[in-house]
């Protein structure tokens, strides 16, 4: 069973640019969320993609947006990056009617905006 | 709107020690409750859950009850290991998902030897 992978694992912009990270979900998982965990934070819900479409939002501004492909991949696009996106960008992937709810995490990647 | 609180850290222990990590939830409804971890420059991981009152989830010798009555989910452990030195996060998720999951600010623990 493979779990979920991020790429890339470190990424450096200016601010101003557009970035987009990149999650492959983990193996029978349906379901997308992006998460964002800032230095001594705990994470905060971006959004979540069912079925290629987006399905919940967290308090984030339409310049985060996201895809989910068929075969349950996704990207988060972040665009006009601001000094304050800097932080670690979790992926996690679950099974969408699975009452427990359970999400696996990806390693993350690290976007620092200068 | 739901929200986690968790005890600050750090919490410093010698090994063999008893731990709790405290762990209260505000919610309009009944959740599903999660305790995670996260290691030194890596990803979370799923600790334990429980998905409804009074339920105790367990796992890898810590446990945490569900406590509807004190809205608490506090994580423990019998006897920490240096290895068991981490962030720890509980969380919380209403309504199947849509609306992700909400996260404490996280408790930094270190278990000297």
């Known amino acids: 069973e493979t779990g979920v992978t991020q790429s890339p694992t470190h990424l450096i912009k200016t601010r101003g640019q557009q970035v987009t990270l990149r999650c492959s979900s983990q193996s029978g998982h349906n379901t997308v969320s992006w998460y964002q965990q800032a230095l001594g934070q705990g994470p905060q819900f971006i959004f979540q993609y069912y079925r290629e479409e987006e399905n919940g939002r967290g308090n984030f501004p339409p310049r985060f947006s996201g895809l989910q492909f068929p075969n349950y991949s996704s990207e988060l696009n972040v665009n006009a990056l601001e000094l304050d996106d800097s932080a670690l960008y979790l992926c996690?992937?679950?099974?969408?009617?699975?009452?427990?709810?359970?999400?696996?995490f990806g390693p993350g990647t690290r976007l620092t905006v200068t | 709107g739901d929200s986690v609180t968790q005890m600050e850290g750090p919490v410093t222990l010698s090994e063999e020690a008893f731990l709790t990590i405290n762990c209260t939830y505000t919610a309009t409804g009944y959740p599903s409750l999660f305790w995670y971890v996260q290691y030194p420059g890596e990803g979370l991981q799923l600790l334990l859950k429980a998905t409804k009152a009074d339920d105790k989830g367990s796992n890898k010798g810590f446990e945490a009850t569900y406590r509807k009555e004190t809205t608490s989910f506090h994580l423990e452990k019998g006897s920490v290991q240096v290895s068991d030195s981490a962030v720890y996060f509980c969380a919380l998720n209403l309504g199947g998902g849509a609306d992700g999951l909400t996260f404490g600010k996280g408790t930094h623990l270190i278990i000297q030897p």
């Open positions: 996690a992937s679950s099974l969408l009617g699975d009452s427990s709810y359970e999400q696996y």
